[in-house]
C-alpha cells in the first residue's frame, strides 16, 4: 500500500484520469495494490479529512508522451496509472496508524507500514487475501492439526476470546476485532449473504469477498460478542442496511430474527 500527495489543483486530473506524476519512481508497490490518494492538508478546509479515495495500482512508466503535461500543465518523469477508483470513509491516516511513522513528513509518496495496512484496510472495508501460508502459521500457533476446517479456527478463537471486549490504545481507541475469526467464519459459510443469499464476488487479487456484521454492537462492550456466535456474513449492501436501514433485530434461542423494512428473515 501507498499513499500519494496532491494539492488541490492537482487533484482533478487525478481523478478524471486514475492516474498521478511523479519525478520519483515508487518502490515496493505491485499490480493491485492499494493507492491512498491523499490531499495536502493546507489545500483542506477545517472539516476535512485529507484521504478520501483510494485505487488500485496498474503501472508506472517513463512519460514519453508528454501525459503528464497535458493533464497537469507540468512535466514529470513518471505516470502512476490506477484503476477501480472508488471514495471512501474519509480519514487521516496519522489519527488512525498504529505505528509511529510520520506520515505528515511524505512529501510526494511513501509507502505504508504493514501494521499501519490492516487499520487502513478496516477502514475502508476492504481485506488482503487470507493466504495459505498463514493459516498453517496459525494451525501452528494453536496446535491444530487440520488447518482446512475453519470449524477448528472458530472454537480456537471463542475459547481465546471469552472475555469481554477491551479497548486497546493506540493514537485513537479501537476495539480489537479478531479478523482471523472473521475469514473463518466467511469460509464456514462460503462468502454467502446470510440475509439475501448473494455469494460474494472474486477480487482482483485472488480469493472471494464478503463481509461480517456484528450483531450485537462491540461498542457496548458486552461480554462475549467477540465469539462467532455475534458475526454474521452479509454482502456489503445488507451490511449498509444492517447499520443504517429500517432494521430490528431479536435474539432467539440460536439465532437471530431480522426485520428489514417489514420482511423477517430467520438466521439459524
Same mark, same amino acid.
Given at each position: 500500500?501507498?499513499?500519494?500527495?496532491?494539492?488541490?489543483?492537482?487533484?482533478? %486530473? $487525478?481523478?478524471?484520469?486514475?492516474?498521478?506524476?511523479?519525478?520519483?519512481?515508487?518502490?515496493?508497490?505491485?499490480?493491485?495494490?492499494?493507492?491512498?490518494?491523499?490531499?495536502?492538508?493546507?489545500?483542506?478546509?477545517?472539516?476535512?479529512?485529507?484521504?478520501?479515495?483510494?485505487?488500485?495500482?496498474?503501472?508506472?512508466?517513463?512519460?514519453? !508522451?508528454? @501525459?503528464?503535461?497535458?493533464?497537469?500543465?507540468?512535466?514529470?518523469?513518471?505516470? =502512476?496509472?490506477?484503476? !477501480?477508483?472508488?471514495?471512501?470513509?474519509?480519514?487521516?491516516?496519522?489519527?488512525?496508524?498504529?505505528?509511529?511513522?510520520?506520515?505528515?513528513?511524505?512529501?510526494? &509518496?511513501?509507502?505504508? #507500514?504493514?501494521?499501519?495496512?490492516?487499520?487502513? *484496510?478496516?477502514?475502508?472495508?476492504?481485506?488482503? &487475501?487470507?493466504?495459505?501460508? /498463514?493459516?498453517?502459521?496459525?494451525?501452528? /500457533?494453536?496446535?491444530?492439526?487440520?488447518?482446512?476446517?475453519?470449524?477448528?479456527?472458530?472454537?480456537?478463537?471463542?475459547?481465546?476470546?471469552?472475555?469481554?471486549?477491551?479497548?486497546?490504545?493506540?493514537?485513537?481507541?479501537? =476495539?480489537?476485532?479478531?479478523?482471523? *475469526?472473521?475469514?473463518?467464519?466467511?469460509?464456514?459459510?462460503?462468502?454467502?449473504?446470510?440475509?439475501?443469499?448473494?455469494?460474494?464476488?472474486?477480487?482482483? %487479487?485472488?480469493?472471494?469477498?464478503?463481509?461480517? &456484521?456484528?450483531?450485537?454492537?462491540?461498542?457496548?462492550?458486552?461480554?462475549?460478542?467477540?465469539?462467532?456466535? !455475534?458475526? #454474521? $456474513?452479509?454482502?456489503?449492501?445488507? &451490511?449498509?442496511?444492517?447499520?443504517?436501514?429500517?432494521?430490528?433485530?431479536?435474539?432467539?434461542?440460536?439465532?437471530?430474527?431480522?426485520?428489514?423494512?417489514? @420482511?423477517?428473515?430467520?438466521?439459524?
Amino acid at each position: 500500500m501507498i499513499i500519494f500527495k496532491n494539492d488541490a489543483s492537482t487533484m482533478d %486530473g $487525478v481523478l478524471r484520469n486514475a492516474m498521478h506524476a511523479t519525478d520519483g519512481r515508487p518502490s515496493d508497490i505491485n499490480k493491485g495494490d492499494i493507492i491512498l490518494i491523499a490531499q495536502t492538508k493546507g489545500t483542506l478546509s477545517e472539516d476535512q479529512k485529507p484521504i478520501r479515495w483510494v485505487m488500485d495500482f496498474v503501472s508506472c512508466n517513463l512519460d514519453i !508522451n508528454d @501525459e503528464s503535461k497535458k493533464i497537469w500543465g507540468k512535466k514529470w518523469q513518471y505516470i =502512476i496509472r490506477g484503476e !477501480n477508483l472508488r471514495s471512501v470513509e474519509p480519514f487521516d491516516i496519522d489519527q488512525i496508524k498504529v505505528s509511529k511513522k510520520n506520515y505528515g513528513a511524505i512529501q510526494t &509518496h511513501g509507502t505504508v #507500514l504493514p501494521d499501519d495496512e490492516d487499520v487502513i *484496510l478496516e477502514w475502508i472495508q476492504e481485506e488482503r &487475501h487470507t493466504a495459505y501460508d /498463514e493459516r498453517k502459521i496459525a494451525a501452528a /500457533e494453536f496446535e491444530l492439526d487440520n488447518i482446512y476446517c475453519p470449524d477448528d479456527f472458530i472454537a480456537e478463537f471463542d475459547r481465546r476470546y471469552s472475555n469481554t471486549p477491551a479497548f486497546k490504545d493506540i493514537v485513537t481507541r479501537q =476495539i480489537q476485532r479478531p479478523s482471523a *475469526l472473521s475469514a473463518a467464519i466467511k469460509e464456514k459459510y462460503d462468502y454467502t449473504c446470510r440475509i439475501c443469499g448473494y455469494s460474494g464476488f472474486r477480487k482482483k %487479487g485472488g480469493g472471494m469477498y464478503a463481509e461480517v &456484521h456484528h450483531m450485537i454492537e462491540l461498542s457496548n462492550l458486552a461480554p462475549l460478542t467477540l465469539q462467532s456466535w !455475534n458475526l #454474521l $456474513v452479509v454482502c456489503p449492501t445488507c &451490511h449498509k442496511k444492517l447499520h443504517y436501514g429500517n432494521v430490528t433485530v431479536r435474539p432467539l434461542n440460536e439465532g437471530w430474527g431480522i426485520v428489514i423494512d417489514s @420482511e423477517e428473515i430467520i438466521i439459524n
